[in-house]
C-alpha cells in the first residue's frame, strides 16, 4: 500500500512538472519527454480497482471558452453582426439538425465530413453541415422569393481538426446572403463590399480575395478535354492549388482520377494565371475559351462585377484567380475566398498560417433543388471563418499582453468601516434599477483594500464609498480606481 501511495505522489509531481514545461511554453520535444516519464509512472501504477476513472476532456476537435476569449469573442461578433446590418439584413435561425436527405448530395467529396445522428423514432438526422442548405431549405418551405438575411449559428464537420490554426469539428458560421431577381452583380458586388469591410474592421493584417466564376471552370475544363462526369472531382482537384503545387495537383487527377496527362496540362495553363479586369478581357480574346457559351457568359459577368467594384472602392482588394474552384457542388456562378496575404508577425508573435478567412458565392439551383415544382430563387451569399479570426485575435492580443475586460461593471459599491452591509446593499438595488452595472463583494465586513483590490483586477472603473462619515454627511465617496480622485455626491 505504501508502495502504491509513493507512486501516486511520483505520477502527481510529474503532472505538475509537465503542466508547468506547458505553461512556460517549453519546447515540444522537452514536453513530450516529460509526458513519456508520466504514462511510463502511470503504467506502473496499473489499474485502481474500486475507483471508476475518466479522463476529463472536450471531444475532438472542440473547446471551451473562457472568459477572456468570450469577451474577445463577442468583439468580433459586435463587428460582423453590425456590418451585416448597416446593409438591411434580418436575422433567422434554423435547427441544429437536418432531415439526413436535406444534406445529402449537396456537398459533393466532403459529404463524408456529416454527422449522422442515430435513427430517433424514424427521422434520419444529420447535425447540419453549413448555414447554406438549411438557408435554402427555409426558403422552399416558406416559399420566399425574395430576402436579405444573415445567421450565426455552430455548424458540425466530422473533419481531423487542426486546431492551432483555427480548424474545428464544432464552430461557429456568420452567414449573409441576399435572395431574389435582381439584375447581374449588383448583390454580388455588396457581398465582396461586405467582406472587405469586416476583415478591413477586425484589423487582423492584409488581405485579397480571390473571385472566379464555376462557368468559366466548367468551359475551360470542357475545352480541354475533361469528361462531363469527371467535372466536380477535378474542381475539388484544383481547389487544393492554395494549398500544394501544381505537380500535386496533377499527379491526384491522373494518379487518383484517371485524367489523361495532357488534358491536366491543358488545365495547368488556365489555372496558373491571376490578375485583375485585364486578365477577364485577355480572356474574352482566349480563342478557345470565348467559343464556349458558359465561360463566355462568367467573363461577360466578371467584366461587369469589376466596374462595380471600382465603383464600391474595393477593387485593388480583388484578384480573378482561375486557381480558384471552391469544392461545394452547388455554387453555379461567381465564387470567392478572402485569404490573409501574410501571418501577422508582430513583436513576439509566431507566423500563423490560418489560410482563407471569409469566402462565399453564388448559388442559383440549390433552393430549386427543394422546391417541389423545381421553382429557382437565384442566391449569392459570403460566410466569415471566425474561429481563425478569433486565433489570429487572441494570438495577437497574447503577445501585446493586453489586458481584456471581461465583465462590462461600471462601478464596486463598497465600504470603509464594518457594519454597513444594509447600506451596500439599498445603494447597489438603487444603481441596478436605475440601469447601471454594479457589483459588491459577498462579505458582510469586507476591507477597504480587498474591495479596491478587486477593481484593479477586473477592470472597475469607479468604486462608490459608504463610511459613517459619509452617511452622516449624506452623501456617497466616488472614487476612480485609475487616478485616485475622490468626489462627494449626495444622492
Given at each position: ?315 485593388d482588394k480583388i484578384s480573378f484567380d482561375l486557381s480558384l474552384a471552391r469544392g461545394l457542388d452547388y455554387y453555379t456562378g461567381v465564387i470567392y475566398e478572402a485569404v490573409l496575404l501574410q501571418s501577422p508577425a508582430q513583436a513576439g508573435e509566431e507566423p500563423l498560417g490560418v489560410g482563407s478567412v471569409a469566402a462565399g458565392g453564388r448559388y442559383d439551383g440549390l433552393v430549386g433543388m427543394f422546391d417541389p415544382k423545381g421553382r429557382k430563387v437565384p442566391c449569392v451569399g ?109 444622492p
Amino acid at each position: 500500500m505504501a508502495e502504491r501511495a509513493a507512486l501516486e505522489e511520483l505520477v502527481r509531481l510529474q503532472g505538475e512538472r509537465v503542466r508547468g514545461l506547458k505553461q512556460q511554453k517549453a519546447s515540444a520535444e522537452q514536453i513530450e519527454e516529460e509526458v513519456a516519464k508520466l504514462l511510463k509512472l502511470k503504467a506502473q501504477l496499473g489499474p485502481d480497482e474500486g475507483k471508476q476513472k475518466f479522463v476529463l476532456k472536450t471531444p475532438k476537435g472542440t473547446r471551451d471558452y473562457s472568459p477572456r476569449q468570450m469577451a474577445v469573442r463577442e468583439k468580433v461578433f459586435d463587428v460582423i453582426i453590425s456590418c451585416f446590418k448597416r446593409h438591411g439584413a434580418e436575422v433567422i435561425d434554423t435547427p441544429v439538425f437536418e432531415l439526413k436527405e436535406t444534406l445529402t448530395g449537396k456537398y459533393g467529396e466532403d459529404s463524408k465530413l456529416i454527422y449522422d445522428l442515430k435513427d430517433q423514432g424514424g427521422e434520419l438526422l444529420s447535425l447540419r453541415y453549413d448555414l447554406t442548405v438549411p438557408f435554402a431549405r427555409y426558403l422552399a418551405m416558406n416559399k420566399l422569393t425574395n430576402i436579405k438575411r444573415y445567421h450565426i449559428a455552430k455548424v458540425y464537420r466530422r473533419d481531423n481538426p487542426a486546431m492551432t490554426r483555427g480548424r474545428y469539428r464544432e464552430f461557429y458560421q456568420c452567414d449573409f446572403d441576399i435572395a431574389g431577381q435582381f439584375d447581374p452583380m449588383i448583390p454580388d458586388a455588396e457581398c465582396l463590399k461586405i467582406m472587405c469591410e469586416i476583415l478591413s474592421s477586425l484589423q487582423i493584417g492584409d488581405f485579397l480575395v480571390k473571385v472566379n466564376d464555376r462557368r468559366i471552370l466548367d468551359g475551360m475544363f470542357a475545352i480541354c478535354g475533361v469528361p462531363d462526369s469527371k467535372f466536380r472531382t477535378i474542381c475539388s482537384s484544383v481547389d487544393k492549388l492554395d494549398k500544394v503545387s501544381w505537380e500535386e495537383v496533377k499527379n491526384e487527377m491522373v494518379g487518383e482520377k484517371g485524367l489523361a496527362p495532357e488534358v491536366a496540362d491543358r488545365i495547368g495553363d488556365y489555372v496558373q494565371q491571376h490578375g485583375g479586369v485585364s486578365l477577364v478581357e485577355q480572356l474574352l480574346q482566349d480563342p478557345e475559351l470565348s467559343q464556349n457559351k458558359q465561360a463566355l457568359e462568367g467573363l461577360g459577368d466578371l467584366k461587369l462585377l469589376f466596374e462595380y467594384l471600382i465603383l464600391l472602392g474595393i477593387a485593388d482588394k480583388i484578384s480573378f484567380d482561375l486557381s480558384l474552384a471552391r469544392g461545394l457542388d452547388y455554387y453555379t456562378g461567381v465564387i470567392y475566398e478572402a485569404v490573409l496575404l501574410q501571418s501577422p508577425a508582430q513583436a513576439g508573435e509566431e507566423p500563423l498560417g490560418v489560410g482563407s478567412v471569409a469566402a462565399g458565392g453564388r448559388y442559383d439551383g440549390l433552393v430549386g433543388m427543394f422546391d417541389p415544382k423545381g421553382r429557382k430563387v437565384p442566391c449569392v451569399g459570403l460566410s466569415i471563418g471566425v474561429e481563425r479570426i478569433f486565433s489570429i485575435v487572441e494570438q495577437r492580443l497574447e503577445a501585446l499582453e493586453e489586458k481584456v475586460r471581461t465583465t462590462e461593471t461600471q462601478v464596486l459599491v463598497a465600504s470603509a468601516q464594518k457594519k454597513l452591509l444594509e447600506e451596500r446593499l439599498k445603494l447597489v438595488s438603487e444603481l441596478w434599477d436605475a440601469g447601471i452595472k454594479a457589483e459588491l463583494l459577498y462579505k458582510k465586513n469586507p476591507k477597504l483594500l480587498n474591495q479596491l483590490q478587486y477593481c484593479e483586477e477586473a477592470g472597475i472603473p469607479l468604486v462608490a464609498i459608504i463610511g459613517e462619515q459619509e452617511l452622516k454627511d449624506g452623501v456617497i465617496k466616488l472614487r476612480s480606481v485609475a487616478s485616485r480622485e475622490e468626489k462627494h455626491y449626495r444622492p
